[in-house]
């Protein structure tokens, strides 16, 4: 099985744009989670989306935004950047069986917002 | 909210010793996590702990998951270069706000 695949892996942007990132999950996996990861801050969770519906969010402001696909795939959107945004961006797709659910990762978009 | 912490931030060891990190979380979890991610990379499961007191090993590794189901530890014998890297561990979130909640991570070096 391919494993999770992000696009970019790596994007250099300037403040005020907005970027797309793409994640494609391991095929049967429907749930789709983000998180950003700074050195400072470590993993931080974004949202979860599940069969197209973002079923979690965390604490980040409305600038932060995701969707989900009907083939899972997802996007998460980030507008109007600011140079805090600069970060490692890691989907994870998961399969849960009965309570055991492990998150798998991509390799990440490493984002730089000068 | 639900906090995650991890302790030591880092530990550097000379090639053979051996490393345990800890996680404790501000509350009752009904199991954890645990990640490594090499540097470069992006974090990979090791393992699940769901049982009070749960003692699992994989190779060189040993897990724990504490009675009160709120403290993990990780600990790790006679360490390898291969064995570099940051561990996570991470528990689920509460009131379904977070899909996990990691600790901030031992980050792990080791002179060969």
């Known amino acids: 099985k391919a494993g999770v695949t992000q696009t970019p892996r790596y994007l250099i942007k300037t403040r005020g744009q907005q970027v797309t990132l793409s994640c494609s999950p391991i095929?049967?996996?429907?749930?789709v989670s983000w998180y950003q990861q700074t050195p400072g801050q470590g993993l931080q969770f974004l949202f979860e989306?599940?069969?197209?519906?973002?079923?979690n969010k965390g604490n980040f402001p409305g600038r932060f935004s995701g969707r989900q696909f009907s083939n899972s795939r997802s996007e998460m959107n980030v507008s109007t950047l600011e140079l805090g945004d600069s970060a490692l961006y890691l989907c994870?797709?998961?399969?849960?069986?009965?309570?055991?659910?492990?998150?798998?990762f991509g390799s990440g978009t490493q984002l730089s917002v000068l | 909210g639900q906090q995650v912490m991890q302790i030591p931030q880092y530990q550097h060891v000379q090639e053979g010793e051996d490393f345990t990190t800890y996680c404790n979380s501000s509350?009752?979890?009904?199991?954890i996590q645990w990640y490594k991610q090499r540097p470069g990379g992006h974090p990979v499961f090791l393992i699940q702990?769901?049982?009070?007191?749960e003692v699992k090993k994989q190779k060189r590794l040993t897990f724990q998951f504490g009675e009160a189901k709120k403290n993990s530890s990780l600990h790790i014998t006679a360490t390898q270069t291969t064995d570099v890297g940051t561990y996570f561990c991470?528990?689920?979130?509460?009131?379904?706000?977070?899909?996990?909640?990691f600790g901030k991570g031992t980050k792990l070096t080791v002179n060969p």
């Open positions: 095929s049967g996996h429907r749930s």
């Open positions: 991470a528990g689920p979130g509460q009131g379904g706000s977070e899909k996990l909640v």
């Open positions: 994870a797709s998961s399969f849960r069986t009965g309570t055991n659910e492990k998150l798998f």
């Open positions: 989306y599940f069969s197209e519906t973002q079923r």
């Open positions: 702990l769901v049982k009070s007191g």
């Open positions: 509350t009752t979890l009904s199991n």
